[in-house]
């Protein structure tokens, strides 16, 4: 079964696709290029997999191929500067279309990269990591890394469409699975209380990675990021609830440096000490920390800071985070589990006691 | 006297103004700040005759400064990357406003780190060149070069206002001034004879640098390109009869290597290629081929390829361009003066024998 969800923004309409063996439709692929000229963007873990399963749909294309090493270390300017030499290496124009065939690294590679190529050219969305499925393909936030701060360069910048081929989930390492099951309890904790109860009940089969199971969560979690995309394209209301757990999980990434903890883990322990902040600044009840700590921990994802961090240091880091102002911080909260909102003027000093003291 | 034009597009409405000594009205620069910090970007030639004057409107705010070697070599991704840092290690959050103080290499760099930075923030124009005040400011086009092709990697991104002081061009050195001008002989060649006809009878008065008929000269190319903008914001159709000479001129700049000519002195040679392509293609009168020609010696601008590059390394250049299709070339030609069109489908070959002979 093909399920569909269609994202509306002020530059665009466009649709996401989620059902199993997509990879092998080539009519969804091909109805979204706007001309003859391909290149494949992917990394060398997913290429064994999928890239000649791609390719294969693609036979009457130009199809130029880039296979980047894997890995959260290599989303810097270097590397978009190696998408740009490989795509006039191999003459691209401006009617080309990029595809991201792989996991959010590669989907935030890609879409910047066709952000600036030749100042804006059609890509596509193939995303093979749960994490890429249910948050990083969908909504057109492109970035690279700053070694001072994650997702620091970057574009709104949305594609043609969003394939998601749930079969691809069958191939993703324990430990990556696990961690976007991550932005997947966000989801629940920001926008749907009936979803994260769902999730609570059905962990088992999640993790035992049923299929029918997997496509519904993708769908709901598409739909929930859909609706928040479709109401503030550029983060500068509503979208922001995206952020619970992230002004902690990019310092946390930031601090251990880049590739230490994957994005979904660090999320995992953002999301908890978000959790224990709302209980102080606005009665976010002490029985939800621990349903999310249990749901948490169930999975085998961390749910506090490693002792390699101080909380002095993250929250240095955390003053660099795009979502900061100067001197306090803008934070992501519950209210209760399903309603997040935005606390601003979070005193640096009081943060810094309280999570000391926890 | 204080001239206004706006600009008008689907993702923003702003104005332009144009006069003298306008570095010291600050109500003029403050009015379009969107909160405390600034980071201004110059460059060694520029920062010595006018930072300190735009720094003294500026006392109230968090004012840094990031000053640049001066060059369109300096014009890549890694000054690109310089600016992020500038920016990152001096905490500037998402309203954050930067400041283009420069000519077009500054503007674009300026303006396309701005588009990138937390993935958008704002930024003035505040161009000091002729051809970036006719020119590079206006519309919202910034990019950096690749070192296989020029403005390759960029973004439609529109600055908050732009801000012409006539009284900069005093300063300007002379090859700099006259490279300036072959963007303007552009403008009357695609859009407006009459304007055409008064840039022949006041040329002495031009070059004398006379104020009043320099903010005239400005103000009639700023309400030229205002309106193709306002019409075509992301270069899809009408906007590309600015290109008319560019194709050539881009091609040139990357053949004899950035930095060898300047980019106005590329695009006089540019103007030339295209009329006499336009006598063969759209029966464009030899007479006016020399009225071009002649207005353009008598500023002192090349009006053919130097003989360190062959009709043959340039064609092949061209099919880089942004502008060109896989195997036959589109060129903005004339029809007269005044009048430009888009000529689709120029044969390779036939261009190449054509040029050959000429």
Chains 1, 2 share one sequence.
Request: net charge neutral; aromatic share 8%; glycine share 6%.
């Amino acid at each position: 079964m093909l399920e569909r969800i269609d994202v509306t923004v002020a530059s665009k309409h466009y649709p996401i696709y989620i059902g199993k063996d997509l990879l092998n439709q080539s009519h969804l692929i091909i109805q979204h290029l706007s001309a003859r000229q391909i290149m494949i963007v992917t990394n060398s873990s997913v290429a064994p997999y999928y890239l000649s399963k791609l390719q294969a749909q693609l036979h009457d294309y130009q199809c130029d191929t880039l296979i980047l090493p894997d890995g959260e270390a290599y989303k810097t300017l270097e590397t978009l500067a190696t998408i740009f030499t490989h795509l006039i290496e191999h003459r691209h124009h401006r009617d080309t279309t990029l595809i991201a065939l792989g996991g959010g690294v590669i989907g935030d590679l890609t879409g910047f990269a066709a952000a600036c190529y030749m100042r804006g050219v059609d890509y596509l969305q193939i995303p093979t990591t749960l994490l890429a499925q249910v948050d990083a393909a969908i909504g057109g936030k492109t970035a690279v890394n700053h070694p001072q701060a994650k997702n620091l360069i970057g574009a709104f910048y949305q594609p043609n469409a969003v394939i998601i081929d749930v079969t691809t989930l069958s191939s993703l390492p324990e430990r990556e699975f696990k961690a976007g099951l991550a932005e997947v309890i966000k989801y629940g904790l920001i926008a749907d209380a009936t979803f994260f109860n769902w999730l609570e009940l059905h962990i088992d089969n999640i993790l035992a990675r049923d299929p029918a199971t997997l496509t519904h969560l993708i769908k709901v979690c598409c739909q929930i990021k859909a609706n928040l995309v479709a109401q503030d394209e550029r983060d500068k209301g509503l979208r922001r609830l995206l952020n619970l757990g992230h002004t902690f999980a990019h310092a946390l990434e930031t601090g251990l440096g880049y590739g230490c903890y994957l994005h979904g883990e660090a999320v995992a322990v953002g999301l908890c000490l978000a959790a224990e902040v709302s209980q102080l600044l606005s009665n976010f009840p002490y029985s939800d920390i621990l349903r999310i700590k249990q749901l948490i921990a169930k999975i085998g994802l961390p749910i506090a800071l490693p002792n390699t961090l101080s909380i002095k240091q993250l929250l240095s880091l955390m003053t660099n985070d795009k979502k900061a102002k100067l001197s306090n911080l803008t934070l992501i909260l519950l209210k209760s589990i399903g309603l997040a909102y935005c606390e601003h003027n979070v005193d640096y000093q009081w943060l810094y006691n309280y999570l000391k003291c926890k």
